[in-house]
């Protein structure tokens, strides 16, 4: 909280379109949109929500104390009470948290990434670039939110506004200089990170996700422009910079639209930033990389093209951000891998048992391109679908699974409200298009090609990993870093990882 109260009118000055019945000169001690949040004399912000909406807990935040009250709707406020009528809630909600808590985001380097996939993996680098060049780092994202060896629960990739400016706050009280930010789609749709100064956006890659929320590509992608078309040039701080991957067509297309500065990268001929060799190995990669800062060698555990994906585009914002061509080398070999992103377990002669968060049809594609450079003997995968999200892309998980593997484990992932067995179902079809066979347990067990249903997620991981040989790998994919499983509305203590040991522990010593 700041150390000196602000009046409501310091903290609209600058929000278009809003119209006040009240005092405009009342003492702002807090903003909440949560009613439970109230303080006695502050600012509660009604927000319409897809599970429920703000307005039915305005008598809640008015007995709490509430003095202002912010909402899109026509309302007679009670007596001593402000009402602040606005055409935009959550943009609102942004302006009032930014300059309630004095906009922490001007006085660090905040960086957005976001895309469908490798936004975790790129802040991850970006964190060991800087803090490698001495920089004291903060980063939000889905593993967690972290300042050094302090870490937070991270319920949400990108958390809501004033949660966001309150968190930059604190980390701008422990002295942290940059911050490294996963902007997801939802929360630019949701102007989570309006009125944010950001010093460079990151896109990394647009492939099908989400659309239970989007519906349609286009929309998604509109959503994730909204941070190189609006928020680099928002006029809270002088215009960031775009570092755009020119592999993928909507970088593409986003870097003929962007009229601020920008960065390209990629294997693509035009990337200022392209490797022009490389080299992957079982445990790594290697690479020379061309930039206008002169040639980069690296060398990293990371595994895989899709990582020198992240690579190029974390190499790119840290030249973009004044790093030098040493540092950004240093910074990247320093890192030793990322939770729950392609992370290997079981000892190296032993079959490679793999966890990754990959849970997008693209994301299993290109980890399983990685694998097929690495030369396994055969590719198990272990895959499953979310519960309650976008049903068109379970049949192209298993298609990707398919591809990829000579054994497709179907199981369970984070059923929600939905029977796991209509989920794999749908799965399955695309499998059956493949026109891929169902095995039985014992068919597997000879070596046979094809698909099998394990609908427990612990049985379907340990057989996969009872399954593998010497030469073999096994990819436990979709929920990577996660230690948690959501059946029906609850979540249960789950965790691939602790899974895989115990596995590799029963069956291979």
Same mark, same amino acid.
């Given at each position: ?32 949109? *949560? ?20 307005? %039915? ?32 809630? !959550?943009?609102?909600?942004? *302006?009032?948290?930014?300059?309630? *808590? ?36 903060? +980063? ?6 972290? +300042? ?106 986003? *870097? ?32 020379? %990389? ?134 794999? !179902? ?38 996969? +990993? ?24 609850? !979540? ?18």
């Amino acid at each position: 909280m700041p150390d000196d109260t602000q009046t409501l009118t310091e903290l609209l000055a600058g929000l278009e379109g809003c119209r006040l019945a009240g005092d405009d000169q009342v003492a702002v001690p807090g903003v909440a949109y *949560h009613s439970r949040d109230v303080v006695p004399g502050g600012v509660f912000v009604a927000l319409k929500g897809a599970a429920t909406d703000g307005h %039915l807990f305005l008598d809640a935040a008015l007995s709490r104390g509430a003095r202002v009250i912010v909402t899109e709707q026509e309302l007679a406020p009670p007596p001593g009470v402000t009402l602040v009528r606005v055409p935009d809630a !959550r943009l609102a909600l942004a *302006h009032l948290s930014a300059a309630f *808590h004095r906009h922490p985001s001007r006085e660090l380097v905040l960086v957005g990434i976001t895309g469908t996939n490798g936004k975790t993996t790129t802040t991850y680098l970006l964190e060991s670039i800087l803090e490698a060049a001495g920089h004291r780092t903060g +980063v939000v994202g889905t593993v967690n939110y972290r +300042v050094g060896s302090r870490t937070w629960p991270a319920p949400v990739t990108t958390p809501e506004s004033l949660d966001l400016q309150r968190l930059l706050r604190e980390m701008r009280s422990h002295d942290v200089s940059h911050v490294f930010l996963e902007v997801s789609s939802h929360a630019l749709d949701l102007r989570r990170v309006d009125c944010a100064a950001f010093a460079a956006g990151v896109f990394t890659n647009l492939s099908q996700d989400h659309l239970d929320y989007h519906r349609e590509m286009d929309d998604y992608f509109a959503a994730k422009s909204r941070l190189f078309l609006e928020l680099l040039a928002n006029g809270c701080a002088p215009g960031g910079i775009a570092v755009l991957n020119l592999d993928d067509p909507r970088g593409e297309e986003l *870097h003929r639209r962007v009229s601020g500065p920008t960065l390209t990268y990629g294997v693509h001929p035009a990337s200022q930033v392209r490797p022009l060799k490389k080299r992957y190995r079982p445990h790594g990669l290697e690479a020379r %990389l061309t930039t206008p800062a002169g040639e980069i060698e690296i060398s990293s555990r990371l595994v895989g093209p899709f990582n020198l994906s992240n690579i190029l585009a974390a190499a790119a914002t840290a030249l973009a951000l004044g790093l030098s061509p040493e540092e950004v080398s240093r910074g990247i070999a320093a890192l030793q891998g990322v939770p729950g992103r392609l992370e290997r377990f079981g000892p190296r002669e032993g079959p490679a048992v793999l966890v990754d968060y990959a849970h997008t049809p693209a994301a299993v594609a290109q980890v399983l391109k990685a694998l097929e450079a690495l030369d396994f003997s055969r590719v198990i995968t272990v895959i499953g679908c979310g519960g309650d999200r976008d049903r068109s892309k379970r049949p192209l998980m298993g298609q990707a699974a398919a591809a990829g593997s000579h054994l497709v484990v179907v199981t369970s992932d984070n059923p929600r409200t939905e029977d796991p067995l209509d989920i794999i !179902r749908e799965i399955e079809a695309g499998l059956k298009a493949m026109n891929v066979s169902r095995l039985t347990e014992a068919g597997a067990r000879q070596g046979n090609a094809g698909y099998l249903v394990v609908p427990e997620r612990r049985e379907a991981i340990r057989l996969a +990993v009872e399954l593998a040989r010497p030469g073999d790998a096994v990819l436990v994919a979709g929920k990577g870093h996660e230690n948690y499983q959501i059946r029906g509305t609850e !979540r249960f203590h789950f965790d691939d990882r602790e899974e895989v040991r115990e596995a590799l522990k029963e069956y291979h010593g």
